[in-house]
Nanobody
Framework: QMQLVESGGGLVQPGESLRLSCVAS????????IGWFRQAPGKEREGISC????????YYADSVKGRFTITRDNVKNAVYLQMSSLKPEDTATYYC???????????????????WGQGTQVTVSP
């Protein structure tokens, strides 16, 4: 069974950091496009960072560029999202998603992903 499981969320103060993990089972994550998304209450889901399939190019949303870093560990079959300089507006439920064929910046668009994790809550508050 193919599955993605996120972890690492929590409550932090503005300016602090968190690292989210997305661990895959049932498939090789390196062969997939993997994206990180977030959704705050009352807002649409937002693509924030991703690896595209094939060349594994990396993309970031403007809202997190320079503060968030996506990495991948093929041995652990996991993708990570290092989040720094967190702001209250980063508060959301964060999801990872996977799809075998998403090229280029299409990996930032949630509509094409087939596989989703259950999400992990990130709250940034003084």
């Amino acid at each position: 069974q193919m599955q993605l499981v996120e972890s690492g969320g929590g409550l932090v103060q503005p300016g602090e950091s968190l690292r989210l993990s997305c661990v895959a089972s049932g498939f090789n994550l390196k062969d997939y496009a993997i994206g990180w998304f977030r959704q705050a209450p009352g807002k649409e889901r937002e693509g924030i960072s991703c690896f595209s399939s094939m060349n594994a190019n990396i993309y970031y949303a403007d809202s997190v560029k320079g503060r968030f870093t996506i990495t991948r560990d093929n041995v652990k079959n996991a993708v990570y999202l290092q989040m720094s300089s967190l702001k209250p507006e980063d508060t959301a439920t964060y999801y990872c998603a996977g799809d075998p064929v998403l090229y280029g910046s299409d990996c930032l668009h949630d509509r094409d992903y087939d596989l989703w994790g259950q999400g992990t809550q990130v709250t940034v508050s003084p």
